[in-house]
């Protein structure tokens, strides 16, 4: 017999069903999904209107590339005109967030002419080889892998210092992430934000906004670089914008994409016709639904019961995030208290660097669903650890 070969550790539950902020085991148990498969099914699980337009492009075309695309691209744009963050009204789909990333750091240096990507101390932006490059959220990601694409800089996440040093005519871009996810739900202090864009426009290099997975409304505006009032040069974007569908988007003004010629990338599944409905139907969900809005709403109701149940709680260093990207950051590793979610609460949630615990559920968690969230994760933290 065949055997799986797993990258992830497996959680020790059997998936049977899924739908809205739920999944349900073999055994017929519930489970609140604050993990969502690293964040993807923000917008819920099996969202309606988004297996609608899968089925009706499983009833017509399945397979096409986007140089002869149908009236399903029209429908992407139109969908999207109103989500895109100013300017950056080009773009194209791709397959995953790291294969996006790829893209982005290709573009920074076609556009530029020069070699140098500037990234950030507890960075996630992908595993193959381009995107690994850039990241640092786990050194045991690198290891055995070195020398990776060379020209890469490392400095300091949220350190304004740093960037006056690191910045320099000779980069071609910053790659960022407004919220670190796998580094441990890490927000950018305003000013760091604002000096990153600042020296990029000073010295003539590319700000390169990773949001896939704090972008669609995640963080309670529909790209959380909203939150600093800065617009990138580029921005990738993936996880929820399909929901649930596997999709990646980059988004260039137009003088970017205008330097790009036919030929300069490609992807044999990126623009298909089944992604990019998914995606149309996903941006109609994000604006008439007021994704953000409740995710504001919601994710700041979660971090204040979090503060409350957990007020005083030894084990715990603080608790931190936007929207419903929320941390709770441990003085210990948060193996046990995962497992404890799991096994006691039929809560799932994830880990976040090496001390945090990961919530990311959808956006339609109701108030009984958040108050289940903060008191699981308080009963977890005093059983596991005590005070």
């Known amino acids: 017999m065949a055997s799986y070969l797993h990258f992830y550790e497996p959680r020790g539950i ?42 009706e492009a499983l009833g017509s075309v399945m ?99 740093d960037l006056e040093k690191v910045i320099t005519e000779e980069t071609a871009a910053a790659i960022v992430e407004p919220v670190q996810g796998e580094g441990g739900v890490n927000p950018a202090s305003p000013e760091f934000m604002r000096e990153l864009r600042r020296l990029c426009s000073e010295k003539g290099c590319l700000l390169i906004a990773d949001e896939v997975q704090t972008g669609f409304g995640r963080t309670g505006k529909t790209w959380a670089i909203e939150h600093y009032g800065v617009t990138p040069d580029i921005l990738t974007a993936g996880k929820a914008i399909g929901g649930g569908f596997p999709v990646s988007m980059v988004a260039v003004p137009a003088w970017v994409a205008e330097k790009l010629p036919h030929g300069f990338h490609g992807s044999t599944y990126g623009g298909n016709p089944m992604a990019m409905k998914a995606v149309a139907a996903a941006a109609r969900v994000l604006v008439e639904e007021e994704v953000p809005r409740q995710a504001s709403v919601k994710g700041a109701r979660l971090m204040r019961l979090l503060g409350e149940v957990l007020s005083g709680a030894r084990p715990v260093r603080r608790i931190k995030g936007m929207g419903l990207m929320v941390g709770v950051e441990l003085r210990f590793p948060p193996g046990r208290v995962l497992r404890c979610l799991q096994e006691e609460k039929q809560i799932l949630a994830l880990k976040a660097g090496s001390t945090v615990v990961r919530l990311l559920p959808p956006y339609l968690v109701t108030q009984q669903d958040v108050e289940e969230m903060a008191r699981g994760v308080a009963d977890c933290v005093h059983r596991v650890y005590g005070g």
Do not use: C
């Open 14 to 55: 059997r998936v049977a069903r899924a739908m809205g902020q739920y999944v349900w085991d073999e055994e017929g148990r519930r489970y609140l999904d604050a993990y969502t498969g690293h964040g993807v099914a923000f917008l819920g699980h099996r969202h309606p209107r988004i297996v609608s337009a899968l089925v």
């Open 63 to 161: 397979v096409a590339p986007p140089s002869v695309a149908g009236r399903w691209m029209e429908e992407l744009l139109e969908a999207l005109e109103p989500v895109l963050p100013p300017g950056l009204d080009h773009v194209t789909l791709l397959n995953s967030g790291t294969e996006a990333v790829e893209l982005a750091l290709k573009i920074a240096r076609r556009v530029t002419g020069r070699k140098n990507i500037v990234y950030f101390s507890g960075s996630f932006h992908g595993r193959t080889m381009g995107a690994l490059s850039v990241t640092s959220s786990n050194p045991g990601y690198r290891r055995g892998y070195e020398p990776l694409v060379p020209g890469t800089v490392r400095a300091r996440y949220n350190s304004v210092e």
